[in-house]
């Protein structure tokens, strides 16, 4: 990090005096000539307001603070405007003997007023009448808000008597909040002070209720439109949970209850100690540097701290990768974004702690922190019971503790604190919130192997009656990932890639509380497989400390699975548990990613997966464990992860492997030789076994695998569609919404041919189509039958809510498939948007283990529209022949997965003919980088998953 630089004083960055001097200078060299007079007085302030900026803008990169970073912008903007009011006044419109209602006043109100300015933030202008609008005043104000929109400034303004802002003050809470911190420029000194006083007097006394009431709501409000979580990886610096706009909400609250001029003045009240105001200017400089640094690397008011934007921002605020343990790097992205969370996490401290010091002043028995505000609550003395564990009451129906040396005495306490809470359903009181973080480092190795503490913990984790409330408070106050020294370091984790919404810890404790709503029943209707698996599980506390702690090796030696087993065991090992449940949580943690893997990226309907799947999985009990624990795991990575479409491939992989488990088979010859006979010879209308010539050709026909994924009415529905096919000059396709898979089942029948199935793909793909699955068989005679499974761009079946969208899908996809489509124009390079801010290596497997009849070719790499056609082309001139296709993605990652065989039918076990192929499909994933990648420096992905 580089060091900190001395303050500037501001007349070394723009000379008031010098400037008003050419101004002057300008007005007088031009004079009778306004147009030219103007054009000069507008040139010269731009050039101080850049210089300004500069300045600001250099010392920001070489060290300086963000508050005085903003401050600086802010006396540069101060200087240019009131330098402005002269030259008006002055020079353009002088009133050489003004009258009472000439005067005007010129005030900073909202964030300029508090006199703190990002790079491109608006600013907020209150011009102060004493009486109605006169000629004069409103010539002035036009001429200024012209001149600063010329100098390039967004302006809010509002031109008002005093009594229209007191008046409006009472109504609008907006208006009140931006007067709640007006600060005179320039102009008439008795006009400003007068409003101050009258609104202190008039709108303020006595309305505190009303106004924290207010604010509350739009907190909550302004949560959840920005996102209702600090730990977003993709967080808004300004207005997000944990952000700049929750600092300004407490200063907001303190100043009103306790008015005073500055940020100083307010945070120098008894009512905060002195680490809360290091505390909270801490977070305060932190965020203003970051939103600056966004602002300059932009050239915009940009108050996201999106992905792309994410290293360009960790380099200019000096950030290096790191070496850890192992010889990797924890790249300098992650290690900003760390900083960054834990500031956020000290905001939601901050804003507990300042809770607590309004309950002091403010005795109340409701137990809804500042909802002692809310109007018609009176405040009352707090209603305070003791219970039945020593040390520990209620207060105002939240638990808290008799004072601080409760933990001194038993450090046990800091976890049974948190016991007591959820059994009892109480929330904790921000003084006993405060003082088990002021305790943490009572939490040592001893308490760590405490019985007793150990009990507390995993009841709380596998028994708990909020599960995910009380975790949430555990880590919000420290106490988590200081017992659990494993979890602590994925505290505030980076996730740098575009498949995860949350950091690591936050994404970790909403899969536990996900596990823990589906044992109340709460996802019956998503998950009822997993519903009713969970009641079966006999060791609900392996799983619950597997899920815990099932990323805890990310960025760990070996990759993440390995170093996660050895993590589990380590804390485990410390609870003292029983050597079974040791080695299961480390067997789930190793293999959290394994149900997911073979679902998504194999065939469940070939008997080769499924036997390899259950070879891993061993024994009913470890199938039903990593089901519940691969849905939750899916389900918390972020909103619109989870769909119809994994749960149903895992639905199958589930029954297939259980099916196995209790001596049955998948598959077997006469099984299938029944159902090619049942195709052949079954008329649904009769019921009777009828001899169609049709039905038998077509039956014959078709590979032993086809009849393993059909039931007999689909079949009969392909058949119809083929010799439909047949009649409408070679190709045929037909569609339906398939509910139970979030896709639409599009069924293509066709003559086959070399590149049929890259066609269909780059049609679908032109229309906007994501093809999620697809599984491809071909007849004896040739016939081609292409089933694919596809989603819209926001994740639901195609066409589910534009029917003619599918309808115009199945059309073209008949013509592709007759070869009629037009030629594809040829391909721009992908514009990557936010995705080239990742480095992401491609990689090509071959695998001829993980099917009896096929090889399964894997690729992954840089997601793009028409990389499934590129790859699937790719194949198809290597002349081999695509069974079926699996498609996944992780964010900005694609992992393709395609079952081929060569020409005559063969796994390829040429190695030579595979480099080759690798090669070629690895060009394919290289050029999906696309030049724009480049725009702003990469940094790695972490692991996606």
Known sequence: MPPRLRPTRLEHVVDGHRLRAQLSTAALDAIGDEPEQRRRAIEILKGALFRGRMIAKERLENGAGGVETARLLCGVTDEVISALYDFT?????????????????????GGYGRGALAPFSDIDLLFVRPYKQTAHAESVIEYMLYALWDLGFKVGHASRTIDECVKLSREDITIRTSILEARRLTGDEALAAMLKRRYREEVVKGTGAEFVAAKLKERDERHARAGASRFMVEPNVKEGKGGLRDLHTLFWIAQYLHPADGVEAVMRMDMFQGHEVRAFIRAFDFLESVRA????????????????????????MGYNDRPRPGGDNTPAVERFMRRYFLIAKEVGTLTRAFSAKLEAEHLKSAPRGLSRFLPGQKPARPITKPIDVPGFHIEGQRLTVDSPEVFDADPVNLIRLFKVADQRDLDLHPDAFTAVTRKLGLITSKVRRDPEAIKAFLDILARGRNTRRILDLMNEAGVLGRFLPEFGRIVAQMQFNMYHSYTVDEHTLRAVGIIADIAAGRYAEDHPLATATMPLIKDRESLFLAMLLHDTGKGGVGGQEKAGARSARQACERM?????KIELVAWLVEHHLVMSDFAQKRDVADPATIAAFARIVEDPERLRLLLVLTVADIRAVGPGIWNGWKGQLLRELYGATETIFRGGRISDAAGIARRRQEAIAYDARTALVAQDPEARAWATGMEDAYFVGFTLAEQR?????ASRAQAQGGAAAEARIRADRNAAEIVVAAADRQGLFADLALTIAALGGNVVGARIFTSSEGQALDVFYVQDAGGLPFGADAPRSLERLVEALAKAGRGEGAVPEARKSPDLGKAGAFAISPSVAIDNDASTDATVIEASGRDRPGLLEALARTLSEADLSIQSAHIDGYGERAVDAFYVVTADGAKLTDSRRGASIRARLTDVLIAAEGPSARRLPKARASEAR
């Open 89 to 109: 006044t002055v020079h353009v419109f002088r009133a050489r003997n003004p009258t009472e209602g000439e005067r005007l006043a010129l005030m900073a109100v």
């Open 293 to 316: 640094h966004l602002h300059f690397a932009t050239g915009r008011a940009e108050e996201r701290l999106t992905f792309d934007l994410q290293p360009e921002v960790a380099r200019r």
């Open 576 to 580: 003292g548990l029983d050597r079974h």
């Open 717 to 721: 529905a392909h058949r119809a569609l």
